[in-house]
């Protein structure tokens, strides 16, 4: 019995001492570099690849098959780009796309199946005003184009609506932004109309004129057109870049069926709800009409648009050049089939009945589209963490197990090793960061900006060593006999996997749907945990790291996929979010975040290999090469001509102020620059341009109301001054004439007045201390705000260039209408004018790499 019992002891001792000799037989040290290099080629030959994929352009011999057809619609973008800019009140968009458009249809109108569909086309004219963030928007005369087709056999009064405009920002041919959209949604109308597949509800193709400067249009078409009340549902398009793959960024709101429609109908998904709560947050300088469609129509849908290369948008280099037929199919192909899909859906009988929630949803590099309700990612997201809780206690019970030591000797190294985790995690986020904001504060924003691959040296390897370092360091110094080097470095995996559940459940708890990106590396970890403690893997030195490797495949291709999406999509606005904000930290922050996300369960994975510290050494390396290169080298210089260019907003300013009496009290020229990036001026100092005595209006803000500048908005503050002794000359006038004075009552005034000039203004109002602005003419049944000081209101017009005639009603206490009771200022934007030769010439002094956006305005100031 002894003897028994001493050959079991014998036994347990080889086990362990194999299991040790096993955990310390480490892989050689030259695969240190190869290791993280297998994961970056993992992510140029299959997340680049996939992101940039697009579908073969049909052309016109298959036009028979009743599928979309890129090259007809490349026609029609050729034409309708070919038209120049669209600006609002302009003879291109008012008269010239108008006419396009309505030539188009007429086309199709000839070519429609009459036993099948009814299509009626409406132009009309829209005016309103409506509040919009801190202003009022006051429009007059803008157009919409209306088709509705609707198939003989319907009887629904529930209509779908597909939405895009044609109008474009100043200086752009606008051939993505939207006139890509506008062609599409031609071709979609002209394929149902000329094809024998019918659908239950009529659809509505809206093709609006005025969104560009403030979403007009969409505002007019919601709330007056006659077919507005019957719209149940929308599908938005629009544009934040040229070229490339549509994004569906906005769903619902609390419709979540609709991306099931999505699912079941796109063919080339790319949607994801990180895209969805990253633009409602506000960070994004866009907006698009599906705000007015939810705000004022109450109706659901979604709000696709284009999002790649960002840096021609609202440019002159948006043409069609930058746009490849195999765009338009890819989009094409999707909007066709998911308008007939929606076309179909029982939920437009009753969209209020299918208000259940929301929706998470992502597709994975789009091959596969996946959705769930709100309520059941909750569940997901909880289980998912609950279910990691408990493997984790299984995984120490066995390592205690194997080891013969109490599960509490394991628990307390399992303590330390995730203090060591919640550490590298923190570094790796916050390593990019610093360098970002170092890099800010020697003025070297934007660095890679035309250089994207600059973006791996400065933030992703930063992040990789926060990751990587203090694990490492943990696994050279330690000195635990009792535990093999293989189960710590688990445990380090553990740590980082109760990280991450930790994570799920508070953003669950908060209400953040993107949580689900925590848990897709949480749930492969916990398949290959499973796997590894049903076999003996789990106990096997090293062995256990096969698994692993291959279950964080999926999970790191969709994070770095995802994380890759979204820094290309925000780079590009990093030239256009204006000079206060360091976008750099924006970057920096989703790379930090797709590192951690993408390479959080593999880089303690290099403490496997004999020298782990090589890893650390290559990518210190690397990181100085790309400091060095983006701080000392033009290939950190943030701009090229044509492709990265940057972003130059002035205005050649006239600023009159006129008196109570009317004397003319101060006249001044110059130009507003409101710099649209980090680097405001700076890179221009160096340049031909003349900035001599370029000042801040900061101190203009505390004298003059909105800092007697015609530049109404916020942006205003970080505004610069650039004085001219030359008097800027409008190009034609502008005129307030104060037609009528009437004393309502012993404490009440009204001043009417008429205003004529170009079609983009603006007015500032703000009565004096003892006055309130009572009532004014501008919206029905809504009067001025009393807490407001100052009110700002944007006035536009189409085609209707009639003068604005308007009342303003001012109370006050003591009845003495004869003193100053407020100043009225008028802004006027003589936009698509070069200005006079002086400002041309100035124009021209600009590098070629500078994109330049400006017009002459007039500023004036009258008391009443």
Same mark, same amino acid.
């Given at each position: 019995m002894?003897?028994?019992e001493?050959?079991?002891s014998?036994k347990?001792t ?8 096993k955990?310390?037989?480490n892989?050689p040290?030259?695969?240190a570099?190869?290791f993280?290099?297998?994961?970056g ?10 992101f940039?994929? !697009?579908?073969?352009a049909?052309?016109m011999e298959?036009a028979?098959?009743?599928?979309f057809i890129a090259e %007809?619609?490349y026609?029609?973008?050729?034409t309708?780009?070919?038209i120049?800019?669209?600006l609002?009140?302009?003879?291109e968009?008012?008269?010239?796309a108008?006419n396009?458009?309505?030539?188009e249809?007429?086309?199709i109108k000839?070519?429609l199946?009459?036993?099948y569909?009814?299509m009626?086309?409406? !132009? ?5 005003a409506?509040?919009?963030?801190t202003?009022?928007n006051?429009y007059?005369g803008?157009q919409?184009?209306?088709?509705k087709l609707t198939?003989?056999t ?11 405009h044609?109008?474009s920002?100043p200086?752009t041919?606008?051939a993505?932004d939207?006139?890509f959209?506008?062609v599409t949604?031609?071709?979609?109308l ?10 239950d509800?009529?659809?509505?193709f809206l093709f609006?004129?005025?969104e560009e400067?403030?979403l !007009?249009a969409?505002?007019?078409?919601i ?9 149940k ?5 629009d544009?934040?870049?040229s070229?490339?793959r549509?994004?569906l960024?906005?769903?619902g709101?609390?419709?979540?069926w609709?991306?099931n429609?999505y699912?079941?109908y796109?063919k080339?998904p790319?949607a994801?709800t990180?895209?969805e709560?990253?633009?409602q ?6 907006d698009t009409d599906?705000r007015?469609?939810?705000t004022? @129509? ?10 790649i ?5 609202h440019?002159k280099y948006d043409?069609?050049?930058v746009i490849?037929r195999?765009s338009l199919?890819n989009?094409g192909?999707n909007i ?5 899909? &929606? ?12 208000q259940?929630? *929301?929706?998470?949803?992502?597709d994975f590099?789009g091959i596969?589209?996946?959705n769930?309700?709100?309520?059941i990612?909750?569940?997901?997201n ?10 984790i206690?299984?995984?120490l #019970?066995?390592m205690?197990?194997?080891? *013969?030591?109490?599960?509490c000797h394991?628990? %307390?190294w399992?303590?330390?090793v ?9 570094l ?16 070297l924003?934007?660095?890679?900006y035309s250089?994207p691959?600059?973006v791996i040296?400065?933030y ?7 990751l990587?370092l203090?694990?490492t ?11 093999s080097?293989?189960?710590?470095v688990?445990?380090?995996l553990?740590?980082h996997?109760?990280? &991450?559940a930790? !994570?799920?459940?508070g ?7 993107s949580?689900y990106i925590?848990?897709i ?13 049903m076999?003996?893997l *789990?106990?096997?030195?090293y062995?256990w790291?096969g ?5 964080q ?5 969709y ?5 890759y ?5 925000l780079t590009?606005m990093?030239?256009r ?5 360091n976008w750099d930290?924006y970057?920096?922050?989703?790379a930090?975040a ?9 880089m303690?994975l ?7 510290s090589?890893?650390?050494?290559s990518l210190?390396?690397i ?8 701080s000392s ?6 701009y090229?001509?044509?492709t990265?260019g ?6 050649q300013v ?6 109570y009496d ?8 110059g ?5 649209q990036?980090?680097l405001?001026?700076?890179v221009l100092?160096?340049?031909?341009v003349d ?15 909105m800092? @007697?500048?015609p530049?109404p908005?916020?942006?205003?503050l970080?505004?610069k #001054? ?11 006038l502008?005129?307030l004439d104060m037609?009528?004075k ?11 007045f008429?205003l ?7 007015l500032v109002?703000?009565?004096?201390e003892d006055?309130t602005?009572s009532n004014?003419?501008f919206?029905i049944n809504?009067?001025p705000?009393?807490s407001t ?5 944007y006035f536009?017009?189409?085609i ?6 308007f009342?303003l009603?001012l ?5 003495d209408f004869?003193?100053p009771l ?10 698509k004018?070069?200005g006079?030769?002086q400002s041309?010439?100035f124009?021209s002094?600009f590098?070629s ?7 002459p305005?007039l500023?004036q %100031?009258?008391?009443?």
């Amino acid at each position: 019995m002894e003897d028994k019992e001493k050959l079991i002891s014998d036994k347990l001792t080889e086990d362990e001492e194999m299991v040790k000799t096993k955990a310390n037989e480490n892989i050689p040290w030259y695969f240190a570099s190869g290791f993280p290099l297998f994961w970056g080629l993992l992510f140029f030959a299959v997340v680049i690849p996939f992101f940039y994929r !697009l579908p073969t352009a049909l052309t016109m011999e298959d036009a028979n098959k009743n599928v979309f057809i890129a090259e %007809r619609a490349y026609k029609d973008l050729y034409t309708l780009s070919n038209i120049g800019n669209k600006l609002l009140g302009s003879m291109e968009n008012e008269i010239e796309a108008v006419n396009f458009i309505l030539k188009e249809l007429k086309k199709i109108k000839e070519d429609l199946l009459e036993d099948y569909f009814d299509m009626e086309i409406d !132009l009309s004219q829209a005016s309103g005003a409506f509040s919009y963030y801190t202003r009022l928007n006051v429009y007059q005369g803008v157009q919409n184009i209306a088709v509705k087709l609707t198939p003989k056999t319907s009887t629904s009064e529930s209509y779908l609506l597909v939405n895009s405009h044609f109008d474009s920002k100043p200086a752009t041919p606008s051939a993505g932004d939207a006139g890509f959209m506008v062609v599409t949604m031609l071709e979609v109308l002209r394929v149902i109309a000329t094809t024998k597949q019918t659908f239950d509800h009529p659809i509505v193709f809206l093709f609006n004129g005025a969104e560009e400067v403030g979403l !007009l249009a969409s505002h007019g078409f919601i709330t007056q057109h006659k077919w507005a009340p019957y719209c149940k549902a929308v599908v938005n398009l629009d544009a934040a870049g040229s070229g490339g793959r549509e994004v569906l960024f906005q769903s619902g709101p609390n419709h979540p069926w609709l991306v099931n429609y999505y699912k079941k109908y796109i063919k080339h998904p790319f949607a994801t709800t990180v895209a969805e709560e990253i633009f409602q947050s506000g960070i994004i300088p866009s907006d698009t009409d599906f705000r007015q469609f939810t705000t004022y @129509g109450k109706i659901p849908g979604l709000d696709l648009a284009q999002c790649i290369n960002g840096f021609v948008y609202h440019t002159k280099y948006d043409t069609i050049d930058v746009i490849p037929r195999e765009s338009l199919q890819n989009t094409g192909d999707n909007i066709l089939s998911l308008v007939r899909g &929606l076309s179909n859906a029982t939920e437009l009988y009753d969209t209020k009945a299918h208000q259940t929630g *929301h929706a998470v949803y992502f597709d994975f590099l789009g091959i596969y589209f996946v959705n769930y309700s709100e309520a059941i990612g909750k569940f997901f997201n909880i289980s998912a963490a609950g279910a990691a809780f408990i493997l984790i206690y299984v995984s120490l #019970w066995r390592m205690a197990d194997v080891s *013969h030591v109490s599960i509490c000797h394991v628990a %307390r190294w399992f303590i330390l090793v995730l203090v060591i985790q919640i550490i590298s995690f923190v570094l790796g986020l916050a390593l990019p960061l610093v360098v970002a904001h170092v890099f800010d504060n020697l003025g070297l924003s934007l660095t890679y900006y035309s250089t994207p691959l600059l973006v791996i040296g400065l933030y992703v390897c930063p992040s990789l060593i926060g990751l990587s370092l203090p694990i490492t360091v943990y696994c050279s110094l330690q000195r635990n006999d009792k535990i093999s080097n293989a189960y710590h470095v688990q445990l380090a995996l553990h740590g980082h996997a109760v990280i &991450l559940a930790l !994570l799920a459940i508070g953003l669950t708890i908060f209400g953040l749907r993107s949580s689900y990106i925590f848990v897709i590396p949480l749930i492969f970890y916990i398949l290959s945990l499973v796997l590894n403690l049903m076999t003996t893997l *789990h106990d096997r030195g090293y062995a256990w790291t096969g698994l692993l490797k291959a279950s964080q495949i999926i999970p790191f291709v969709y994070s770095s996929y995802i994380f890759y999406i979204l820094i290309v999509v925000l780079t590009p606005m990093g030239g256009r979010s204006g000079s206060s904000s360091n976008w750099d930290l924006y970057i920096a922050a989703m790379a930090a975040a797709g590192t951690v996300l993408s390479f959080g369960f593999l880089m303690p994975l290099i403490n496997s290999l004999r020298r782990p510290s090589f890893v650390v050494l290559s990518l210190l390396v690397i990181t100085a090469l790309s400091m060095y290169l983006a701080s000392s080298t033009q290939i950190g210089f943030p701009y090229k001509q044509k492709t990265n260019g940057q972003r130059v907003s002035y205005l050649q300013v006239r600023n009159m102020f006129y008196e109570y009496d009317g004397t003319l009290s101060k006249d001044e020229s110059g130009y507003l620059f409101n710099f649209q990036d980090r680097l405001r001026e700076k890179v221009l100092l160096g340049s031909k341009v003349d900035l001599n005595g370029l000042v801040g209006i900061e101190s203009n803000c505390d004298t003059h109301m909105m800092c @007697g500048m015609p530049v109404p908005g916020v942006s205003r503050l970080n505004s610069k #001054w650039l004085p001219r002794s030359e008097p800027i000359m409008p190009p034609s006038l502008t005129t307030l004439d104060m037609v009528n004075k009437i004393i309502l009552n012993s404490t009440t005034v009204r001043f009417e007045f008429k205003l004529k000039g170009p079609s983009q203004m603006n007015l500032v109002i703000q009565p004096y201390e003892d006055v309130t602005l009572s009532n004014w003419s501008f919206t029905i049944n809504s009067k001025p705000t009393p807490s407001t000081i100052t009110y700002v209101i944007y006035f536009k017009y189409g085609i209707d260039n009639s003068p604005l005639n308007f009342f303003l009603e001012l109370s006050k206490p003591n009845g003495d209408f004869n003193v100053p009771l407020f100043q009225l200022g008028v802004s006027a934007h003589y936009i698509k004018d070069d200005g006079d030769a002086q400002s041309v010439k100035f124009a021209s002094s600009f590098p070629s790499y500078s994109i330049l956006d400006q017009w002459p305005a007039l500023y004036q %100031r009258f008391i009443f």
